[in-house]
Protein backbone atom coordinates (compact mmCIF):
# COMPACT_ATOMS: atom_id res chain seq x y z
CA UNK A 1 0.00 0.00 0.00
CA UNK A 2 1.41 3.24 -1.10
CA UNK A 3 0.61 6.61 0.96
CA UNK A 4 1.24 9.98 0.63
CA UNK A 5 1.59 12.78 2.93
CA UNK A 6 1.60 16.38 1.71
CA UNK A 7 2.98 19.14 3.45
CA UNK A 8 3.88 22.90 3.09
CA UNK A 9 0.66 24.60 2.15
CA UNK A 10 -0.31 28.30 3.69
CA UNK A 11 -0.85 31.56 3.09
CA UNK A 12 0.96 33.78 1.24
CA UNK A 13 0.81 37.23 -0.50
CA UNK A 14 1.10 37.79 -4.61
CA UNK A 15 4.74 37.34 -5.49
CA UNK A 16 5.27 34.92 -2.58
CA UNK A 17 7.11 31.55 -2.38
CA UNK A 18 5.92 28.10 -0.80
CA UNK A 19 7.66 24.94 -1.17
CA UNK A 20 5.02 21.63 -0.67
CA UNK A 21 6.74 18.69 0.13
CA UNK A 22 4.98 14.93 -0.51
CA UNK A 23 6.43 12.54 1.65
CA UNK A 24 5.72 8.76 -0.06
CA UNK A 25 5.78 5.24 1.87
CA UNK A 26 5.29 1.87 0.35
CA UNK A 27 8.48 -0.45 -0.60
CA UNK A 28 8.11 -0.02 -4.47
CA UNK A 29 6.65 3.98 -3.99
CA UNK A 30 10.47 5.11 -5.33
CA UNK A 31 10.12 3.63 -8.77
CA UNK A 32 6.88 5.42 -9.53
CA UNK A 33 6.05 8.13 -11.68
CA UNK A 34 5.03 11.23 -9.37
CA UNK A 35 2.55 14.58 -10.20
CA UNK A 36 0.91 17.73 -8.48
CA UNK A 37 -2.28 18.61 -9.21
CA UNK A 38 -4.86 21.01 -7.82
CA UNK A 39 -8.19 21.91 -7.68
CA UNK A 40 -9.84 25.15 -6.92
CA UNK A 41 -13.23 25.75 -5.33
CA UNK A 42 -16.21 24.56 -7.89
CA UNK A 43 -13.08 23.62 -10.44
CA UNK A 44 -12.14 20.53 -11.74
CA UNK A 45 -8.51 19.13 -10.31
CA UNK A 46 -6.05 20.05 -12.94
CA UNK A 47 -2.50 19.03 -13.58
CA UNK A 48 0.00 21.17 -12.39
CA UNK A 49 3.73 19.07 -12.04
CA UNK A 50 4.81 15.69 -13.15
CA UNK A 51 8.45 13.84 -12.81
CA UNK A 52 9.69 10.44 -14.28
CA UNK A 53 10.43 7.77 -11.77
CA UNK A 54 14.31 8.52 -12.27
CA UNK A 55 13.84 12.04 -11.82
CA UNK A 56 15.25 12.78 -15.26
CA UNK A 57 12.18 14.27 -16.79
CA UNK A 58 9.48 17.42 -15.79
CA UNK A 59 6.58 18.38 -17.18
CA UNK A 60 4.43 21.67 -15.86
CA UNK A 61 1.46 22.95 -16.93
CA UNK A 62 1.39 26.16 -19.56
CA UNK A 63 -0.18 28.09 -16.29
CA UNK A 64 2.71 27.69 -14.07
CA UNK A 65 5.84 26.95 -16.22
CA UNK A 66 9.00 29.25 -15.46
CA UNK A 67 7.12 29.86 -11.80
CA UNK A 68 7.02 26.23 -9.99
CA UNK A 69 9.80 23.40 -10.12
CA UNK A 70 9.11 19.61 -9.42
CA UNK A 71 12.11 17.37 -7.89
CA UNK A 72 12.49 14.22 -5.70
CA UNK A 73 15.08 13.60 -3.71
CA UNK A 74 18.09 11.05 -3.86
CA UNK A 75 16.32 8.01 -2.28
CA UNK A 76 13.07 8.99 -4.63
CA UNK A 77 10.39 8.98 -2.16
CA UNK A 78 9.57 12.63 -1.54
CA UNK A 79 8.89 14.66 -4.20
CA UNK A 80 8.92 18.49 -4.17
CA UNK A 81 7.00 21.23 -5.69
CA UNK A 82 9.00 24.96 -5.44
CA UNK A 83 6.52 27.25 -6.20
CA UNK A 84 7.82 31.10 -7.04
CA UNK A 85 5.61 34.48 -8.13
CA UNK A 86 2.51 33.27 -6.63
CA UNK A 87 -0.91 34.48 -7.96
CA UNK A 88 -4.46 34.11 -6.68
CA UNK A 89 -5.17 32.27 -9.49
CA UNK A 90 -2.89 29.50 -7.99
CA UNK A 91 -4.95 29.32 -4.86
CA UNK A 92 -6.06 25.57 -4.38
CA UNK A 93 -6.06 22.32 -2.67
CA UNK A 94 -2.89 20.39 -4.22
CA UNK A 95 -2.54 16.94 -4.07
CA UNK A 96 0.44 14.60 -4.48
CA UNK A 97 -0.49 11.54 -6.84
CA UNK A 98 1.70 8.31 -7.77
CA UNK A 99 1.43 6.58 -10.84
CA UNK A 100 2.48 2.75 -10.78
CA UNK A 101 1.99 2.31 -14.47
CA UNK A 102 5.95 3.62 -14.88
CA UNK A 103 6.78 -0.52 -13.78
CA UNK A 104 4.88 -1.07 -17.23
CA UNK A 105 7.82 1.64 -18.99
CA UNK A 106 4.72 4.19 -19.60
CA UNK A 107 5.47 7.78 -19.82
CA UNK A 108 4.23 10.13 -17.56
CA UNK A 109 0.73 11.19 -17.92
CA UNK A 110 -1.14 14.59 -17.18
CA UNK A 111 -4.27 12.88 -17.14
CA UNK A 112 -5.59 12.71 -13.38
CA UNK A 113 -7.03 9.05 -14.09
CA UNK A 114 -3.30 7.87 -14.56
CA UNK A 115 -2.55 8.12 -11.25
CA UNK A 116 -3.79 5.65 -8.10
CA UNK A 117 -2.49 7.14 -5.35
CA UNK A 118 -3.75 10.40 -4.00
CA UNK A 119 -2.62 12.16 -1.08
CA UNK A 120 -4.89 14.08 1.25
CA UNK A 121 -4.08 17.80 -0.11
CA UNK A 122 -2.56 21.15 1.37
CA UNK A 123 -4.11 24.48 1.13
CA UNK A 124 -2.50 26.86 -0.89
CA UNK A 125 -3.79 30.12 -0.46
CA UNK A 126 -2.28 34.01 -2.43
CA UNK A 127 -3.52 37.02 -1.77
CA UNK A 128 -4.05 39.54 -3.77
Known amino acids: QVQLVESGGGLVQTGGSLRLSCAAS????????MGWFRQAPGKEREFVAA????????YYADSVKGRFTISRDSAKITVYLQMNSLKPEDTAVYYC?????????????????????WGQGTQVTVSS
Open 51 to 58: ISWSGGST
Open 26 to 33: GRTVSSYH
Open 97 to 117: AADPSSSLGTIVSVRVSRYRY
